[in-house]
């Protein structure tokens, strides 16, 4: 199916392991992104990618790794999960931002960490 | 820096009364952004509307409607005879047109509650 997809959907795990979070998305989009999303704060960018090989910091990067090297992937690492990473993560993509495109989101993942 | 500001954090309404959603931004750029997003129950964010700094025309979408008010930094959002389906998150956003990084910028949220 065409559109912007998340795996998991839902994931438990411990304080200290390594979480990867995938995402892809079939519009050849040049532009993808995460987000988290926390009570009392709306979302905020972790990451971003303007392109296959280019990522760049938002917001909230500290504990996390991204690595873009297909243009329609762009898995998200947490590489020692800690309890404050517990939220749901909403992965995104759009065309040219720059131009004021919309950014399209995928279903999230809901990620425990205990 | 950019800011929005959705200070209503829950409102509760009767089916089919008229509501407004208030967004305030902030931003230094004169070209930038706006948009308005919508999360159901279910939890996908779903894409509303975008309204770029040039364009201060009114938006008006079925029983949606928008109005960018730049005097006072101002971009809000009326439903018009809200329905249950109505019953969502609606976040406002903001995306710097110059710089900001390509980030965009959401407010916390309000919570809109329509019951029968």
């Known amino acids: 199916d065409a559109g912007i997809t998340q795996s998991p959907r839902y994931k438990i795990t411990e304080t200290g392991r390594q979480v990867t979070l995938m995402c892809h998305q079939t519009?050849?989009?040049?532009?993808m992104f995460w987000y988290r999303q926390d009570l009392g704060h709306g979302l905020r960018l972790i990451y971003y990618s303007a392109a296959a090989d280019i990522t760049d910091k938002g917001e909230v990067p500290d504990g996390y790794v991204v690595s873009r090297s297909k243009t329609e992937n762009f898995p998200l690492t947490l590489e020692s999960a800690t309890r404050s990473q517990t939220s749901v993560y909403f992965c995104a993509s759009s065309e040219s931002p720059g131009l004021g495109y919309e950014q399209y989101f995928g279903p999230g993942t809901r990620l425990t960490v205990t | 820096a950019q800011k929005v500001t959705q200070a209503q954090t829950e409102i509760s309404v009767v089916e089919k009364e008229d509501v407004t959603l208030d967004c305030v931004y902030e931003t230094r750029d004169t070209t930038y952004y706006l948009f308005w997003y919508k999360q159901p129950p279910s939890g996908e964010l779903v894409f509303l509307i975008r309204?770029?700094?040039?364009?201060?025309q009114n938006e008006i979408s079925g029983r949606y409607s928008w109005n960018f008010q730049k005097s006072t930094s101002s971009f809000n959002f009326t439903i018009t005879a809200s329905q249950v389906v109505d019953s969502a998150v609606y976040f406002c956003a903001l995306r710097e047109g110059t710089g900001g990084g390509n980030k965009l910028t959401f407010g916390t949220g309000t919570q809109l509650k329509v019951e029968l």
């Open positions: 519009w050849s989009h040049s532009y």
């Open positions: 309204r770029n700094s040039f364009d201060e």
